[in-house]
């Protein structure tokens, strides 16, 4: 989950705030020392939690329009033929790139949160437009050699941690790159 929101502690949490939901301790006696300091911004992280929860909701319920065929999504620009110039297409959300876009940091990355064209972001080394257009991708990396990624478990032991565990996002029990090196940009 994180580490315990109290300044001193260092721990592992592995216990959330019930109220906010955000805010994590590695025990009760932990939380109840820093409920001072975080009952005022508790309430506030709740009412943005459960916004998040209703627009999550509510994107299921009614999902957002895929963008057109017709023409680029990053760009904007309208293929002269049918699927001749069309360079990417995400199989979940719909957003076509042309060549162009396809090499943009900003414009060669789908509307998708935890992948980029159907491509999980948890099997690919950390790259800048991994970002997506929603926010941060905050999961695990595990990038492996038999996919061609120079960073990986058999070339980089020491940036990986040493034991097998369950990946957040895709539930695979792989090695997963340490914390320290997954915002690297590589």
Known sequence: MGICWVSDCLRDANQKCSGCKTATYCS??????????HKKEC?????????EQKREEEE??????????THCTGCNERFKED?????????DCGYITCE???????????????????????SQEPRSYHRGKKGGFMGDYHPAKEDGYDL?????????????????R????????RKEYRTVTF
């Open 28 to 37: 009760s006696a932990c939380q109840k020392e820093n409920w001072k300091h």
């Open 43 to 51: 309430k506030l992280q709740r009412m943005v939690y459960d916004m």
């Open 60 to 69: 299921k319920i009614n999902p957002p329009p895929k963008p057109r065929k």
């Open 83 to 91: 699927w001749v110039e069309v360079d990417q297409e995400c199989p």
């Open 100 to 122: 162009s876009c396809s090499c943009s940091n900003s414009r060669g990355s789908c509307y998708c949160q935890d992948s980029n064209f159907g491509y999980a972001y948890c």
């Open 152 to 168: 990986n478990k058999d070339d980089c032991p020491k940036m990986f941690e040493k034991e097998p565990r369950p990946c957040n």
């Open 170 to 177: 895709c539930g695979k029990v792989v090695q997963c790159l």
